[in-house]
């Protein structure tokens, strides 16, 4: 290899560094410069100008001092005036060394004292400002340091990361606290999508097990392949098919890709016709229902399918967690709605016993059961675990809101507010 090439192969890892995983170029400074290039921006700028106050301030004074000295001894003024009234190209400093005399000698000597002190002082000033502005861009900078140093930790993978809040009530405890909420937004996110990957995989694996199981019994002739079999593995296959376009639809819902097309809906129609189509179920789950809504039309602004969708969840829900007698009355789910301040609002309500405290906050989690044994409505149709997920962002795709409660007499409701049409 030739000199020069081994010179260029020395010059680039000099200056041009091959950074680490995570890492960006270093462009020939080491990290430790990087971090401490803003300290000492910040000082040079405050010691800078610190030292031309200080300058401007013995100039100004110099110039106070002969003022004050030549108005206070006429004598001197007299001597003074002769030299400065030759033109204005005259300085102090000329006019100071053209006197004559012990006088002129006593000026003079007035002035070297005065610079020398002046001198002095600026110095001294000069020191203290550039040791000044040093801690304050200490101070300032070494919270840029630790939150550097953080996000470093956090794109590394690190999700536990937590920055101490500064004294000072400042922009930089904004700006570290805003960091705070990031990183255990990030933390929050990433063990949910842990945990959706667990459910997606332990609800997937229930009907691929129950579709191998059924077919090997088939193949080793243990179970014939009769209508009966055949309606179990037609069963296994929807409920994976639900299952897949349940996880399509909230995705799409929640990344706000989903095609909506709102129109004018009377919502006491909607809910009569959601009445009519479960009312075979709900007959065949040995319970009432009922529909609460004004005699005339009330107008919301949605789309009619995916309206009768997140109804469609929530009756869903309805049959199958608040289905509880009350003496010898069958169990009772309450359709209604009512025009409220712009909105209209839709609720569902059973007189089941409700959600539980730690229940009621994790309501719309994917997923997420309240009783893990009741995964299956009264006529045997298995769920998804994702219908209540689905609902809340369908209203919100259409600019409204799904809430859940318990409600004061008893029950779980869940209430749907819609823009009125």
Do not use: C, K
């Amino acid at each position: 290899m030739s000199g020069r090439g081994a010179r260029q192969q020395v010059w680039e890892r000099r200056f041009f560094r091959r950074p680490g995983p995570g890492r960006r170029p270093s462009w020939g400074r080491s990290g430790r410069s990087r971090r401490f290039g803003l300290r000492r921006r910040l000082a040079g700028s405050f010691g800078l100008v610190a030292v031309l106050a200080v300058v401007l301030t013995v100039f100004l004074t110099f110039q106070a001092g002969w003022r004050a000295v030549t108005h206070l001894d006429p004598h001197l003024a007299a001597l003074v005036q002769g030299p400065l009234a030759q033109g204005p190209e005259v300085s102090p400093a000329g006019t100071l060394a053209t006197l004559g005399g012990s006088e002129g000698e006593a000026l003079r000597q007035i002035f070297r004292d005065f610079g020398r002190s002046a001198g002095q002082a600026g110095i001294l000033a000069s020191v203290l400002a550039a040791l000044a502005s040093a801690l304050v861009a200490r101070q300032i900078a070494r919270p840029l340091v630790r939150l550097e140093d953080a996000a470093s930790r956090l794109a590394g993978g690190e999700r536990g990361v937590r920055l101490a809040l500064p004294r000072a009530n400042d922009e930089l405890r904004t700006v570290t606290a805003a960091f705070n909420t990031l990183a255990q937004g990030l933390e929050r996110q990433e063990a949910w999508r842990r945990s959706l990957m667990a459910d997606v995989a332990h609800d997937l694996r229930t009907p691929l097990a129950v579709l191998r199981a059924e077919i090997e019994a088939m193949q080793d002739g243990l179970n014939e392949p009769d209508t009966p079999a055949l309606a179990r593995l037609h069963a296994e296959v929807l409920l994976l098919a639900r299952l897949v376009d349940d996880l399509r639809t909230l995705s799409l819902a929640e990344g706000g890709a989903l095609t909506l097309h709102p129109q004018p809906l009377d919502a006491a129609q909607t809910l009569r016709t959601l009445a009519g189509l479960f009312a075979g179920r709900v007959q065949e789950a040995g319970a009432a229902l009922s529909v609460d809504v004004p005699p005339g039309p009330l107008l919301l602004q949605a789309d009619p399918d995916r309206l009768m969708q997140i109804l469609h969840n929530l009756l869903d829900n309805a049959l199958r967690y608040g289905l509880i007698a009350e003496g010898n009355e069958p169990p009772l789910i309450d359709l209604g709605a009512a025009q409220e301040q712009g909105r209209v609002r839709v609720w569902v309500r059973d007189h089941g016993p409700g959600f539980a405290p730690d229940a009621l906050s994790r309501a719309f989690e994917r997923f997420y059961r309240a009783d893990a044994s009741r995964s299956r409505d009264p006529q045997g149709r298995a769920g998804s675990g994702l219908g209540l997920a689905i609902a809340r962002a369908l209203a919100e795709a259409q600019g409204g809101t799904l809430e859940a409660a318990n409600h004061p007499q008893g029950g779980a409701v869940f209430t749907l507010r819609l823009p009125e049409a």
